[in-house]
Antibody, heavy 122, light 107 residues
Framework: QVQLKESGPGLVKPSETLSLTCTVSGGSMNNYYWTWIRQAPGKRLEWIGEIYYRGSTKYNPSLKSRVTVSLDTSKTQFSLRLTSVTAADTAFYYC????????????????WGQGTLVTVSS | DIQMTQSPSSLSASVGDIVTITCRASQSIANYLNWYQHKVGEAPKLLLYAASNFHIGVPSRFSGSGSGTNFTLTISRLQREDFASYFCQQSYNTPFTFGPGTKVDFK
């Protein structure tokens, strides 16, 4: 079965760039969207953005100017870059696979990685 | 953005209880509504998609209903492994948005 695992630094300094990688194992990246989601302490989950296996991207407008999601299908990995971070970017970051079916409403996130905590602090 | 609300934010229940969680969208999302279970330190798990469809392997004690703006997740005969947080997510349009979550703990 497909599994996802996030990796990257757990501590980033303010104004620097947060970089995370999600490694996909047990399956192909084809025909899916690959997604980043985060949850700041005490806040609800926030969709950051996604990349389709063919390379097209969508981002949350609230983060769009600072976010890049990229894909390396040969390594079955996708990555997140978030520039100019502040304390407000401290959160658990999750990667997930989004699938879309032919039937109305069939659009889901599964599986998810277990998440990685990134703290922004000097 | 579509705003998602959930109620209650938390509840206390016992094994064998029936638990109902509601989720509301700020505009109609047809049936583009998913439910997830999340335990601390674990990956969130998809329970139901398209408001009422079981994900593979999800026990039949979980059920979902609703369309438009109002949705419900019901857990019949709560089991020990069901004590967790549950959140809804709209997949109608981007940015996809999530409910704040409902924590189900032991009474």
């Amino acid at each position: 079965q497909v599994q996802l695992k996030e990796s990257g630094p757990g501590l980033v300094k303010p104004s620097e760039t947060l970089s995370l990688t999600c490694t996909v194992s047990g399956g192909s990246m084809n025909n899916y969207y690959w997604t980043w989601i985060r949850q700041a302490p005490g806040k609800r989950l926030e969709w950051i953005g996604e990349i389709y296996y063919r390379g097209s991207t969508k981002y949350n407008p609230s983060l769009k100017s600072r976010v890049t999601v990229s894909l390396d299908t040969s390594k079955t990995q996708f990555s997140l870059r978030l520039t100019s971070v502040t304390a407000a970017d401290t959160a658990f970051y999750y990667c997930a696979r989004r699938g879309v079916g032919a039937t109305q409403g069939t659009d889901w996130l599964d599986p998810w990685g277990q998440g990685t905590l990134v703290t922004v602090s000097s | 953005d579509i705003q998602m609300t959930q109620s209650p934010s938390s509840l206390s229940a016992s094994v064998g209880d029936i638990v109902t969680i509601t989720c509301r969208a700020s505009q109609s999302i047809a049936n583009y509504l998913n439910w997830y279970q999340h335990k601390v330190g674990e990956a969130p798990k998809l329970l139901l998609y398209a408001a009422s469809n079981f994900h593979i392997g999800v026990p039949s004690r979980f059920s979902g209903s609703g369309s438009g703006t109002n949705f419900t997740l019901t857990i019949s005969r709560l089991q020990r492994e069901d004590f967790a947080s549950y959140f809804c997510q709209q997949s109608y349009n981007t940015p996809f948005t999530f409910g704040p979550g409902t924590k189900v703990d032991f009474k």
